[in-house]
């Protein structure tokens, strides 16, 4: 019943830009905090930002801010993470999530349904 679906992503040069969304559907969308995460190969699956679900509280992982910026459309019932600067350790599945409940930092606190979408920097 619950679906994440993100879409975006792609090969981009350092120093590019990528706009990543999530559509969701299956729960009451603007009740949930939502998040993206990433997971390059052989690497924990790690928080990139966070964005509440009236919109007023924002967090970033220190590797990307000031770089990523999360948004969300209630109305449309979808997330986005507009990527600037991309570095080559960008290069990860970026995956989103709505919160369980919790400690946001605890991986497990976030529930995933979606594939994920393949972000590629290269140098």
């Known amino acids: 019943q619950v679906q994440l679906v993100e879409s975006g992503g792609g090969l981009v040069q350092a120093g590019g830009s990528l706009r990543l969304s999530c559509a969701v559907s299956?729960?009451?969308?603007?009740?949930?905090?939502m998040a993206w995460f990433r997971q390059a190969p052989g690497k924990e699956r790690d928080l990139v930002a966070v964005?509440?679900?009236?919109?007023?509280?924002?967090y970033y992982a220190d590797s990307v801010k000031g770089r990523f910026n999360i948004s969300r459309d209630n109305a449309e019932a979808t997330v986005y993470l507009q990527m600037n600067g991309l570095k080559t350790e960008d290069t990860a599945v970026y995956y989103c999530?709505?919160?369980?409940?919790?400690?946001?930092?605890?991986?497990?606190?976030?529930?995933?349904w979606g594939r994920g979408t393949q972000v590629t920097v290269s140098s």
């Open positions: 299956g729960i009451i969308f603007s009740r949930y905090d």
């Open positions: 964005i509440s679900g009236s919109s007023t509280m924002t």
């Open positions: 999530a709505f919160h369980r409940g919790g400690d946001y930092y605890d991986v497990r606190s976030w529930a995933f």
